[in-house]
């Protein structure tokens, strides 16, 4: 059964606290947290009471999504819940929500029914009836509503640490619901799980609470509510009516339903206006959108007293509406106030005003020392990321041989902006290789380094302004301007080679291209693979079996012509078994195909002892993935003429075709249709590879390293 834990965010909340904190004891979840921003009420006092410690958090620091992203940070259930302060969960609620994640593997949120309090108004009473009856209970996958509520919804640990809450001011959680249909994962409604909840405002609060609701929908997915008058008068009429039902269903006498009836109108009337107000609120001048926001939201951007624009100023005299005749005029432009503090690249562009910090003097022989300090700067990650993993498992190993290291993260996302170090540490020692050393966030700390280590492109700018540094060193695990096209990006990702920093580049043919195109100084080191995990498991070897690395939102990774090879495969041998792996999304193809989506190194190694014929491609530098095939005894199909022949020869373990689905579609029937061919590819492949260890990858880092501290001293 998997651990669940809740987080409640809570201000003033004192009304239905006890009641949410006694049910959620009833329920027996792991874990509760709740996070309080500056309650003034009784609300800490009801909690402690409880039994649960609040985490308090200044007012100002409080966001919809930052605030939901550091609760799941400080809890440790598979699962995590997020109710609101006012949602009471059923009997029940908690079983329901494990078994909807039972429903199947990929399930990476759920969300159950609001269920109106006795004293909720009519209107509201129908509408949170009818709306969740518009929801059919089970699976929802992309392409389905993408709806998500936080007052009541829960989700996988796996899930919100792939995807987590974007940090906008509303609708936090339908721009997950959002995020993660796109990514592959699925959602289940379950109508089990439900919450008595109802907001039961004053009408004006209803009317700016809707305003609030909508901006936020409009920012998070870019909806704008329709309008017009009579669609408008329309719909009220046909709420209205509803509503008087509804109170003739639930026994309201004559006088009560009179009464209701101009209620009803207010409310809906309101609704419709000030949903599209919201949905509209950029267009509105900012002291009328802090009037209208139930938070006194005004965002202001706008200079002087009013906010707006003074008689259209920035308007070019000779282009006013009275200009000449034959002359268009411009319209009257709109002044925009600078919105915040940095440009898009910061860092990039102080390096290119500034340039780089200067280095300390080099002190003859320091390239020998048996101890060197080196801090390695890495840009934003997620688990799985294969060039994290690289560099964490090489640097996991320079810091046994004895080398003091420390790692230093380039937030430039802002991904990691709620984690505290602590917690980006234990994530890297769990996602990627057990480090001994400090974690840092951010340069504030900067203690200085004999090699500072730039990685991703985006750190080599900052890195190149970190003082008190010995050397630099850049260790590029693929040429990612290629990941580009032309753009900002590109030219700024070709802009790290030429700064004078050594480089240790992730394959030969990477050093070369370094060398060849850029004049850059460069060393080159292996992948290494782990042969504890990857080797021949002992599981029945299929004849009929093509396993592809169909990571399609990688372009680099060219699965529209690998889709295009299977295709022509499929068409020559209908029969075959056919499975695409490395990316949640499932993808629309021709043929029939076995979905397994993103798997763990183990599930990998079993796969690949269980496999025919493995197929990857790269168009720059290689993946790691097929000397981990070859590793398994799997012969595996590359492209040719790219970066894998500088690491396996022309005619190594490797069975290489060109991009052409004919010739890949040839390469994986040689292998299909000849054992022989089969049995020699495996067995070279598993030769191969047995030296490409992450011990011997270390071995040649840590002499790039001393390589450019080496270039330091001769250059003095």
């Excluded at 003739?248 to 409310?267: C, D, N």
């Excluded at 592809?548 to 068409?571: C, D, I, K």
Aim: glycine fraction near 8%.
């Amino acid at each position: 059964m998997p651990s669940m834990s809740v987080v409640i965010p809570v201000k003033d909340g004192e009304r239905y606290l006890e009641e949410l904190l006694d049910a959620l004891a009833r329920e027996g979840v792991d874990e509760v947290l709740v996070i309080d921003s500056g309650s003034r009420d009784r609300s800490l006092q009801i909690v402690r009471a409880a039994g649960v410690e609040p985490l308090e958090i200044d007012p100002a620091e409080f966001g919809h999504g930052r605030t939901r992203n550091l609760g799941a940070q400080r809890t440790s259930g598979e699962l995590i819940c997020f109710l609101t302060q006012d949602a009471t969960p059923v009997p029940g609620w908690a079983t329901a929500y494990r078994e909807a994640f039972a429903l199947d593997e990929h399930v990476g949120a759920a969300y159950g029914p609001h269920l109106p309090r006795p004293d909720t108004s009519p209107m509201i009473a129908r509408e949170l009836t009818e709306f969740f009856a518009g929801f059919a209970a089970g699976v929802q996958r992309q392409g389905d509503a993408t709806f998500l509520s936080n007052v009541n919804a829960c989700y996988a640990r796996a899930c919100w640490e792939e995807i987590r809450f974007r940090e906008i001011a509303y609708s936090e959680d339908q721009a997950f619901g959002a995020d993660m249909l796109q990514d592959g994962w699925i959602k289940v409604y379950q109508p089990s799980a439900a919450v008595l909840h109802a907001h039961d405002y004053g009408a004006l609060e209803f009317m700016r609470r809707y305003f609030d609701e909508y901006r936020g929908l409009h920012e998070s997915t870019g909806h704008v509510e329709p309008f017009g008058m009579l669609a408008t008068a329309r719909q009220v009429r046909a709420a209205v009516a509803g509503d008087r039902r509804w109170a003739s269903e639930q026994g309201l006498s004559g006088t009560e339903q009179a009464s209701l009836t101009a209620r009803s109108a207010v409310h809906h009337g309101g609704r419709r206006v000030f949903s599209a107000l919201g949905s509209r609120a950029e267009h509105l001048p900012a002291p009328v959108r802090g009037r209208l926001s139930l938070e006194g939201r005004d965002d202001r951007t706008a200079t002087g007293a009013t906010g707006e624009s003074a008689a259209a100023p920035g308007l070019s005299p000779d282009l006013a509406p009275d200009a000449a005749p034959g002359v268009s005029p411009v319209p009257p432009s709109t002044h925009i106030a600078p919105k915040r503090d940095h440009d898009d690249y910061q860092d990039v562009a102080r390096f290119w005003r500034e340039g780089a910090a200067p280095l300390l003097d080099p002190v003859p022989g320091m390239a020998e020392r048996e101890r060197l300090r080196l801090a390695l700067v890495i840009p934003s990650f997620r688990r799985g990321s294969g060039g994290h993993n690289t560099l964490l498992q090489i640097f996991s190993r320079l810091e046994r041989r004895g080398h003091l290291c420390s790692v230093w993260l380039y937030d430039f996302t802002g991904q990691h902006l709620a984690e505290w170090p602590a917690v980006i540490r234990a994530d890297i020692r769990e996602f990627f290789a057990p480090i001994e050393g400090p974690v840092y966030k951010g340069f504030a700390d900067w203690q200085g380094a004999d090699v500072a280590i730039a990685t991703g492109w985006q750190t080599v700018h900052p890195t190149l302004m970190l003082d008190q540094c010995r050397a630099r060193a850049y260790i590029v695990n693929d040429h990612e301007p290629e990941f580009y096209a032309a753009s900002t990006e590109r030219e700024m990702a070709e802009d790290t080679y030429r700064h004078d920093l050594h480089c240790i580049a992730a394959s030969p043919w990477l050093r070369d291209l370094l060398i060849e195109r850029y004049a850059a100084s460069a060393d080159a080191f292996q992948l290494g693979v782990d042969h504890s995990l990857y080797q021949p498991r002992p599981v029945t070897r299929r004849k009929d079996t093509v396993i592809y690395y169909a990571r399609h939102v990688t372009p680099r990774r060219a699965v529209p012509v690998g889709l295009m090879a299977l295709s022509e495969l499929h068409r020559r041998r209908p029969d075959l078994r056919i499975v695409l792996f490395g990316d949640e999304g499932k993808l629309e193809s021709p043929f029939p195909y076995e979905h397994l989506g993103v798997l763990t190194p183990p599930q990998l190694a079993t796969l690949y002892s269980e496999a025919t014929v493995g197929l990857c491609l790269s168009l720059t530098n290689f993946s790691l993935m097929p000397k981990e095939m070859l590793a398994c005894g799997l012969p595996c199909v590359e492209l040719a003429d790219v970066s894998a022949e500088s690491i396996f020869g022309s005619d190594g373990p490797l069975e290489l075709a060109t991009l052409d689905p004919r010739a890949i579609a040839d390469a994986l029937e040689r292998l299909l249709d000849d054992p022989e061919h089969w049995e020699q590819r495996s067995r070279e492949g598993i030769e191969f590879v047995a030296s490409h260890t992450w011990e011997h990858a270390t071995d040649e880092v840590e002499a790039g390293l001393r390589h450019a501290l080496r270039e330091r001293e001769q250059s003095e």
